[in-house]
């Protein structure tokens, strides 16, 4: 058992099961993909290594019958896996499957929304780190221009979707784009998510002198707004939600830096190879791929997944203080955020 959980957290039902479906990106944002590390001959994950449709499908309806509730689609950036589409629709009609979600930079929604939308998938998070078009090529690596993006949300949300904007806030690239950000998505009625610059991975020169905390940046939309706390929408949800008063509008923080919930996770992830994580600062996987490959049953598997998750110990955010320059941990774009 964990040294800092108790028995009854360790045994809480995995609720969130987060699947990388591809390890691939057509950017090269420097939170989880620099360019100097994945250059454009960066070997990515063999199309024969990836786990195909049918066994996607097969794990999400075992860990939905272990009581998982909510499916995200991530990658890398999931929209670059063909038919992407074929795969929603078979997820959609699980038996406890309550919702279903994807996470994009957003860059190919203009091609692939309408699709997505007639497959059943109704929500987006979408990447978005600057309104500042110079800022935010700086930070995607590729040049792309933050009127690109907003252009391909507005055209997500004529269709139908339900869209949350992900911002991630790294001192001395993009924290003068806090409040721009804010009053834009405020108006525009989308909810804005702060998110602190984490350590995943060991290639985005993290530090924690470049880490604005929820606090700072609570402090700047304070000095401009009212803001009202938000219940949660169930246990173990991450984020931290307020409400700007007198408005719809909401805005979010995700604190694992400066306020960790280790305590009350209950998200699983599931690599693009099969591999099933237990922490998104995991230093290792848990191979389902080759157990499906070499003909496991599904009583089998569950008993994998069970034996899996009661045995975890990760406190990672808890922990970080003395783990972090000595820790290897899994990349952003293998794990999915």
Not at 101 to 115: E, F, R, V
């Amino acid at each position: 058992m964990g040294t800092g959980l108790l028995k009854d957290q360790l045994l809480r039902p995995i609720r969130d099961l987060r699947i990388s479906v591809t390890d691939r990106c057509n950017l090269r944002c420097q939170y989880c993909m620099p360019k100097e590390i994945f250059g454009d001959d960066y070997a990515f994950l063999p199309e024969k290594e990836q786990l195909t449709f049918d066994e996607i499908t097969r794990l999400a309806e075992l860990f939905a019958s272990l009581g998982v509730k909510k499916i995200r689609l991530t990658g890398g950036e999931p929209l670059m896996r063909r038919n992407l589409a074929d795969l929603i629709q078979r997820l959609v009609h699980l038996e406890g499957i309550e919702d279903i979600g994807l996470t994009t930079n957003g860059m190919l929604l203009n091609a692939q929304a309408q699709d997505l939308y007639d497959a059943g998938l109704r929500r987006l998070n979408v990447s978005l780190d600057a309104l500042d078009s110079k800022v935010l090529a700086a930070i995607n690596g590729r040049g792309v221009k933050s009127s690109v993006i907003l252009e391909n949300i507005e055209y997500a949300r004529s269709i139908g979707f339900q869209i949350k904007v992900n911002m991630v806030v790294r001192r001395g690239m993009n924290e003068q784009e806090i409040l721009p950000m804010a009053s834009f998505f405020k108006e525009y009625g989308v909810t804005l998510c702060f998110i602190e610059f984490m350590d995943v991975g060991n290639d985005n020169g993290w530090n924690l002198e470049s880490v604005v905390s929820k606090q700072e940046i609570f402090n700047q939309l304070q000095a401009e707004y009212t803001m009202e706390p938000v219940e949660q929408n169930y246990y173990g949800e991450v984020a931290k939600r307020y409400r700007y008063k007198g408005s719809k509008s909401e805005i979010g923080f995700i604190t694992s830096v400066s306020e960790s919930f280790c305590s009350t996770c209950t998200r699983a992830r599931l690599s693009s190879d099969g591999k099933m994580f237990t922490c998104l600062f995991a230093d290792q996987g848990y191979d389902l791929r080759d157990r499906i490959r070499s003909g496991a049953t599904d009583l089998e598997l569950l008993a994998a997944i069970r034996t899996i998750w009661e045995q975890r110990e990760d406190r990672y955010s808890d922990e970080r203080a003395s783990q972090t320059h000595t820790r290897k941990k899994i990349g952003m774009s293998y794990i999915g955020g």
